[in-house]
């Protein structure tokens, strides 16, 4: 199963004390007398704090005491990267059955009583299961955007969201929303501080857009606040950078399909190397006007100034200078350029 950011685990610290929570837990696929080991993350680490063993119907029985929801991670002992992850919440009596898929190793959660988190997870694994045997894992993203959008409440939502982590800037308003549905109790918990750490600082549709002033080619200053009354796409692009130049003819689609409407590009290279800069402008076809860098790859100030951490990505602004919509591609982009110029 795809990774969710594991260190996010080990926010949690182990817990000795508080209110009682029970798990009874049926694991089918595995063989009678398999070790199963517990962890709870403690100083930046899973630690194992248990060790269970399922008889001859897989059964295992867990215990824990806290004033707070821990998590707790189950794993077969033979088989270390197949984690099953359990949210439990004070006074939660959770049963669950799951089964160990040995072509995928991983567990898929079959059913699931006594908590709203869990049954959240159990519709996880069951997706990513049925993706996985369908072979349409570029499915995924999607169905689990959709998925977590619809119980954004959940502390497991905020535990699942991390799936999402290394494309942040294209599912930051999905953060954003689980961030906020959050119930007022749990506000203070780790896995939601997680949230408003991630999300400190990120510019969000409806945010007012930072200006951007930097040199073009020729070594004229030329402001994004210049642009102001029409709809501007702010693409973040290098010459070195493959997927941006394989989105380039779609970008250029999009200047030649709307620029007679009020929309602009204004395009903020993070490049280093000028003349690399210069010739994948001219080999592209990037006609627009716009072009500005300070040549200072990564650490531009364009770049920096808007959060960004992979490219190629993209901000569309409104007339007034409002954000709209971050990283969106090909009919997605074309369909909000519409929008908003209507």
Not at 145 to 150: G, T
Not at 172 to 193: C, E, G, K, M
Not at 213 to 231: F, I, N, Q, Y
Not at 259 to 265: D, P, T, V, W
Request: with cysteine; glycine share 6%; charged share 25%.
């Amino acid at each position: 199963m795809r990774k969710i950011a594991i260190w996010l685990l080990l926010l949690f610290p182990i817990t000795l004390w508080g209110q009682k929570m029970n798990l009874s837990c049926t694991l089918t696929g595995l063989p009678e007398g398999t070790r199963i080991m517990v962890s709870e993350p403690d100083g930046g680490r899973l630690v194992i704090v248990d060790t269970l063993t399922t008889n001859r119907r897989g059964n295992v029985k867990l215990d824990r005491y806290s004033d707070i929801p821990i998590m707790v991670v189950l794993t077969p002992e033979r088989h270390p990267n197949a984690m099953l992850h359990v949210i439990m919440l004070p006074n939660e009596n959770i049963t669950l059955a799951a089964s160990y898929l040995a072509d995928y190793n991983c567990f898929v959660i079959n059913e699931t009583k006594g908590s709203d988190n869990m049954s959240l997870y159990r519709d996880y694994t069951t997706l990513y299961a049925q993706l996985l045997r369908e072979k349409r894992t570029d499915a995924l993203p999607d169905s689990i955007e959709a998925l977590l959008r619809q119980r954004p409440g959940l502390l497991m939502s905020a535990f699942l969201v991390t799936f999402f982590e290394q494309q942040f800037d294209q599912y930051a308003s999905l953060y954003l929303a689980v961030r906020d549905a959050q119930d007022s109790l749990w506000r203070s918990h780790d896995f939601v501080r997680y949230l408003d750490s991630r999300l400190q600082g990120v510019l969000l549709p409806g945010s007012e857009a930072p200006d951007i002033a930097l040199e073009d080619r020729d070594g004229k200053v030329r402001r994004l606040s210049d642009l102001r009354g029409k709809v501007v796409l702010i693409d973040f692009w290098a010459s070195w950078c493959r997927p941006c130049r394989m989105e380039n003819p779609n970008v250029v689609r999009i200047y030649n399909l709307f620029k007679s409407r009020g929309f602009e590009i204004f395009s903020v290279s993070l490049d280093k190397d000028r003349e690399a800069w210069l010739k994948a402008i001219a080999d592209d076809g990037l006609l627009w006007p716009n072009h500005v860098s300070d040549l200072r790859g990564w650490s531009s100030a364009g770049g920096q100034l808007y959060g960004i951490r992979s490219i190629p990505a993209t901000v569309l602004i409104d007339r007034e200078g409002k954000i709209v919509a971050r990283n969106l591609r090909g009919r997605e982009l074309e369909t909000k350029i519409r929008q908003t110029l209507e």
